[in-house]
């Protein structure tokens, strides 16, 4: 008996299969094999076409299926880019491309709202402002795209447009409603007050199921297509930033969980809801938020991480594998000879107060440096930026001592995972697990399967610990010093 997780990213779409009774990965497909595009019409843009993402998990699940038939799946759970908007017709078409996460053009919007609602309501009821979210990018369309506007029946996030897709409900959670900054947190109820500002319908907004829980069925047209028994339970959504918690046990105050993908991101959980003045980081519902358990997830986002590291590997260093372009880094010493890298290249950036101020290279030495130096200066820009924001987090109460996370990724890379664990002066645990196992151990949880999350996660296993190297300890904290003194220039 298996249990299918999806993970809807923007890079690819990872669909795993999970043994029940093992708690092992039996299979697993990601698609596309290179980089799934992503439109930018213009600067600050970022669309994909929903279809395109039902398209790769199709292919995702008819890979598997010619070796695991299909029928053994008792289980789904589904996690997604978050913040992103779907706006459906009344046949529940898409009406244009997703607005994904690291579009920034509603940052405008989100800031007017701020002013508009008022900030002490926005800090005291959605713990953020309205920000560059979901919401606001919505009301971009009511304001630029009018015709559009007109025909939306419905608006989802990512997750629930897929989740249709298999069962034929629409339908939201409380933790998605959050990310869009529709969750009123000192009311525990939807936030209309914001959709009352923007001028949208709150019937446009889907009914709410449990995150964890059956959801929805399966229909018959998923059956026929799939192979998935008609009436399997969808029993799990998440983002992906609560989920890569979720999927490394991370469900508790104090916890932390780190990702380095196309985006960077920190997550820890708390009982305590917090909110930052500047919103450089931001509080949304953990996924295992209840009304006799609050759990919140504190989130940091990087945008220009993982992004920057395959834009070097694209024009810096093609002829290279990633593992090649590794092993270089390593062979330049700590603090890269000066060379340092700013990775804020991929849009507004939340930590920035949501300054878009681009990528940027300085103290290249066209005598002493290589590709090599470019390729360590790099990860440890994308590790400096990861510190930036984890001080931030720290002013906020954050006690950080140990980080979680999967071998995958940016976490792939000893240069980067030793810099990061060297500046925060952290333990780094890598462990055996994804985005798409975290899904599925997530729809093996709602429906019963697992009794607790402790039972759940019995076979996480540490795949690797990785602690701070006193030796790079000073190089890294002058070139930080050096690497944040050039930030604040352009910021």
């Not at 914001?194 to 229909?219: H, M, N």
Request: aromatic share 8%.
């Amino acid at each position: 008996m298996y249990s299918l997780g999806i993970d809807i990213g923007s890079s690819s779409v990872k669909v795993s299969l999970l043994e029940i009774e093992t708690g092992n990965c039996v299979d697993s497909s990601t698609n596309p094999k290179v980089e799934a595009p992503i439109k930018a019409l213009q600067k600050g843009w970022a669309e994909q076409d929903p279809e395109m993402w039902w398209g790769f998990i199709v292919e995702g699940i008819k890979d598997i299926s010619s070796r695991h038939p299909m029928k053994d799946v008792a289980s789904i759970g589904i996690t997604y880019q978050m913040h992103g908007l779907v706006a459906v017709d009344k046949d529940v078409k898409p009406e244009r491309d997703s607005i994904i996460w690291c579009d920034s053009r509603a940052v405008q919007i989100g800031a007017d709202a701020l002013e508009g609602i008022g900030y002490d309501k926005c800090m005291s009821h959605l713990l953020n402002s309205p920000g560059n979210f979901t919401a606001s990018k919505l009301a971009w369309v009511k304001e630029n795209e009018p015709e559009v506007y007109a025909k939306i029946w419905k608006f989802m996030l990512p997750g629930d447009y897929i989740a249709y897709k298999l069962t034929g409900e629409v339908a939201t959670t409380e933790t998605g409603l959050s990310e869009q900054i529709l969750w009123d947190f000192k009311e525990a109820k939807r936030a209309d007050f914001v959709a009352e500002y923007y001028g949208i319908e709150a019937d446009k907004i889907p009914a709410i199921v449990p995150s964890i829980g059956v959801q929805a069925k399966t229909t018959a047209d998923t059956e026929a297509l799939l192979g998935i028994p008609e009436g399997t339970p969808l029993c799990y959504r998440a983002g992906d930033q609560p989920n890569n918690a979720f999927s490394l046990n991370v469900l508790n105050p104090g916890e932390i969980a780190a990702t380095g993908g196309t985006s960077g991101v920190v997550y820890g959980v708390t009982d305590v809801p917090k909110a930052d003045a500047a919103s450089r980081v931001n509080t949304f519902l953990h996924v295992n938020n209840t009304a006799d358990a609050a759990r919140y997830g504190v989130l940091l986002c990087i945008n220009g991480t993982g992004i920057m590291n395959s834009w070097m590997h694209r024009n810096v260093s093609s002829s290279l594998s990633y593992p090649e372009m590794n092993e270089a880094a390593a062979s330049v010493p700590a603090g890269s000879d000066g060379l340092l890298v700013l990775p804020f290249g991929n849009g507004a950036e939340r930590v920035l107060e949501n300054k878009s101020v681009g990528a940027k290279v300085a103290g290249l030495d066209l005598v002493r440096h290589s590709t090599a130096h470019m390729l360590r200066a790099t990860q440890e820009g994308i590790a400096f930026s990861f510190r930036y924001g984890i001080d931030i987090m720290k002013d906020l109460g954050l006690d950080l001592k140990v980080i979680r996370a999967g071998k995958a990724n940016m976490f792939l890379s000893p240069v980067f995972r030793s810099t990061l664990a060297t500046l925060c002066d952290a333990s780094i645990e890598l462990l055996n697990t994804d985005g798409s196992l975290g899904a599925a151990r997530g729809g093996a949880l709602g429906a019963g399967f697992y009794k607790t999350p402790e039972e759940a996660f019995s076979t996480l296993t540490k795949e690797e610990v990785i602690t701070p190297v006193e030796s790079w300890k000073q190089p890294l904290e002058e070139a930080y010093a050096k690497w944040k003194a050039e930030l604040e220039k352009t910021i």
